[in-house]
C-alpha cells in the first residue's frame, strides 16, 4: 500500500466539510500548545525573547569562536568514525560470511555484543582507556574516545547491513562465479560485496546521521563538539534556550540533507538498477534464514 | 572475578540496573503511544495533521536525543517552570530528572515508532483498504478494525528494534543525572580506575542481559504474528 489515499475515499462535500472542521480543531490544538510554549519562554522572569538574548548570534565572533569550531569538531569525529567504521564494517562482515567456522563464530560474537552495548558505554570505556591506561589526557582522550565508541558500534552495525546486502543477492550470482572458476574468496571480494554495497548505499548513508547525531554524546565526556560550543558560549551570555535552538537547527539541517541524499540514492537505483539484488526498500524480498532483525536494518536503516 | 565481585558488594548495582529497566518500559509505552498517534495523523486525511506528523518526524528523528534531553530538563524545567514532581517533597530533584527523561526518551523514540508503523501500514496490501472501503467502513473505522491490527503485526520487527534502541539510549539520561547503569559506570571509573576492564565488562554484560532477549523475543514474535499473506 503505498499511497495513503487509499485509507479514504475521495471526499465529498459532506466529509470536506468535516476535514475542514477536524482541520481548524487541529491547528488550534496546535497553536494552542505552541501559544503556551511561547508565553513560557517570554515569561517577565527570564524572557527568552530579548534581543540581548540572540544578538550575539550576529557577531561574527560567536560563530567563529564557539559554534563554528565545535560544527568542525563534530563533522570531524563523525568523518574519522566514518571511515574507520567502514574499515571494521567490511573486515567484521567479511568475516561473518568467512569459510572457516572460527572466524564466523569470533566475528559473530563480536558483531552482537557490540551491537547490544550502548554506544555511550564505549564511549566511556574508551574514553577511560586513554586516560587511565594509555596516558593520554586532554582533547586527544576525548576525540579518541568519542571516534572509538561510535567505530565499534557502528562497525558492527555495518558489519551487519553488509551480511544482509549479501544474503539478499541471488543465489546465482554466487553459483555463476565459482562456476567461471573463481575461489570463494574472489567470489565474494569481486562479484558479491560490490553489489552488495551498492544495494545497501542508501542504509550506509542513513546511518551516517545516526553517526552524525551521536557524536552529540561527546558531551558527555566533555569533548568540544557543537552542542558543548553551544553551551560554553550560553554560560556567557546567559541564554541558554536560544543557542539549544540554533544548536539544533544546525543538526537538523545538516541530517535532513544527509536523509534526502539517502532517498536520492534509493531512488537512482530503483531507476536503473546495476545491480540484480533488492534495492533499498520495501520491495526487499523475504530471505528465509536473515533474522528480521537485520531485514528491517535494510529496510529502513534502523539501527540507531 | 574477584574483581567484579567487590563491585558488586561496594555498589548497588541492581538499583541501576533496575532504573534502566524502569526507564525502558515507561518510555516505551510513553512512545507507543505517541508514535501510534503520529502515524495515524500521517496518514489521516486532514492535511494539517498530515503536516504536523510529517514535521514531527523530520524534526524529532534529525535532531540528536542528548539534545531533546537538555530541551526538556533546561527548557521544559528550568525555563518554562513545569515541574512533574510535587514541590518541597525530599525526592524533588531526583522525581523530576527521571520524568523529564522519561518524557525525552519518548518523544524521541516516537519518531521512530511513528516510521516503524507506516512501514507496518506498508506491508498491508492494496486490496484489503479497499475492501473495507467497499463495505462502507470510513477512515477512523477502516484504521480500528482492518489497517491498524495488519499494520502493528507487520511492524513487530522494526518495533522491537525501536525497543532495542530505547534500552540503550537510557544511557543518554545520564546527563541529567538519573542514577542508571551508564551514571554508575562512570561514577565506579572515576573511583577505581584499576578496575576499568571488569566495570567495562559489568555493564557491558547488564545491557547485553536486556537487549539479547529482546531481540530474540521479536524476532520469534515477529515470525509467528506475521500475517500470513
Not at chain 2, 187 to 205: K, Q, R, T
Amino acid at each position: 500500500m503505498s499511497a495513503q489515499a487509499v485509507l479514504f475515499d475521495a471526499p465529498g462535500p459532506r466529509a470536506r466539510a468535516r476535514h475542514r472542521i477536524f482541520g481548524v480543531v487541529g491547528a488550534l490544538v496546535l497553536l494552542a500548545l505552541l501559544l503556551l510554549v511561547v508565553r513560557g519562554l517570554a515569561n517577565p522572569e527570564n524572557n527568552q525573547f530579548t534581543a540581548q538574548k540572540w544578538a550575539p548570534f550576529l557577531d561574527p565572533e560567536t560563530w567563529t569562536s564557539y559554534l563554528l569550531p565545535g560544527l568542525l569538531a563534530t563533522l570531524e569525529a563523525a568523518g574519522v568514525a566514518v571511515v574507520l567504521s567502514g574499515v571494521l564494517g567490511v573486515l567484521l562482515g567479511l568475516g561473518r560470511l568467512s569459510e572457516a567456522r572460527p572466524v564466523r563464530a569470533v566475528c559473530g560474537v563480536l558483531v552482537e555484543f557490540l551491537r547490544s552495548v550502548p554506544v555511550l558505554v564505549m564511549m566511556l570505556f574508551v574514553y577511560y582507556f586513554c586516560i587511565f591506561v594509555l596516558g593520554v589526557l586532554g582533547d586527544t582522550s576525548t576525540f579518541v574516545g568519542v571516534v572509538g565508541g561510535l567505530t565499534l558500534y557502528n562497525g558492527a552495525v555495518i558489519a551487519e547491513l553488509i551480511r544482509s546486502g549479501v544474503f539478499a543477492l541471488p543465489k546465482g550470482q554466487r553459483e555463476a562465479g565459482l562456476a567461471i572458476g573463481l575461489t570463494p574468496r574472489q567470489t565474494l571480494l569481486t562479484i558479491l560485496l560490490p553489489q552488495a554495497v551498492t544495494a545497501m548505499l542508501p542504509s550506509l548513508i542513513s546511518q551516517l546521521v545516526v553517526i552524525l547525531k551521536d557524536t552529540a554524546l561527546g558531551y558527555i565526556i566533555s569533548f568540544s563538539e557543537l552542542l558543548r560550543g553551544g553551551t560554553t558560549f550560553s554560560t556567557v551570555y546567559g541564554n541558554l534556550i536560544p543557542t539549544l535552538i540554533v544548536v539544533a537547527a544546525m543538526f537538523i539541517v545538516i541530517n535532513y540533507a544527509l536523509s534526502v541524499l539517502a532517498r536520492v540514492v534509493e531512488q537512482r537505483l530503483k531507476r536503473a538498477p546495476r545491480t540484480s539484488g533488492p534495492v533499498g526498500g520495501g520491495a526487499a524480498p523475504t530471505v528465509p534464514g536473515l533474522d528480521a532483525a537485520t531485514q528491517v536494518g535494510a529496510d529502513s536503516g534502523a539501527f540507531r | 572475578m574477584g574483581a567484579i565481585r567487590t563491585l558488586l558488594e561496594t555498589y548497588d548495582v541492581p538499583a541501576a540496573f533496575w532504573m534502566t529497566v524502569k526507564l525502558t518500559v515507561v518510555s516505551a509505552v510513553g512512545a507507543l503511544v505517541i508514535g501510534t498517534v503520529v502515524a495515524i495523523c500521517r496518514v489521516s486525511p486532514v492535511g494539517v495533521l498530515r503536516a504536523f506528523g510529517t514535521a514531527y518526524v523530520t524534526l524529532i528523528r534529525n535532531t540528536p536525543l542528548t539534545l531533546i534531553v537538555f530541551f526538556c530538563a533546561f527548557g521544559l524545567l528550568n525555563t518554562l517552570g513545569l515541574s512533574l514532581a510535587s514541590a518541597g517533597s525530599p525526592t524533588e530533584i531526583v522525581d523530576n530528572n527521571f520524568r523529564f527523561g522519561v518524557i525525552a526518551l519518548s518523544v524521541y523514540h516516537a519518531s521512530f515508532v511513528a516510521e516503524a508503523l507506516r512501514s507496518g501500514i506498508n506491508t498491508v496490501p492494496q486490496g484489503q483498504a479497499e475492501a473495507a472501503r467497499a463495505i462502507g467502513l470510513g477512515f477512523g473505522a477502516s484504521l480500528r478494525e482492518v489497517i491498524l491490527p495488519q499494520a502493528f503485526r507487520g511492524a513487530i520487527a522494526p518495533l522491537g528494534n525501536t525497543l532495542i534502541a530505547l534500552t540503550k539510549n537510557t544511557t543518554v539520561v545520564a546527563t541529567i543525572g538519573v542514577a542508571e547503569l551508564a551514571y554508575l559506570m562512570r561514577g565506579m571509573i572515576e573511583f577505581n580506575p584499576s578496575l576499568l576492564y571488569a566495570i567495562f565488562l559489568l555493564i557491558a554484560a547488564c545491557f547485553v542481559l536486556l537487549t539479547l532477549p529482546t531481540g530474540l523475543l521479536f524476532t520469534s514474535l515477529s515470525r509467528r504474528l506475521a500475517v500470513q499473506r
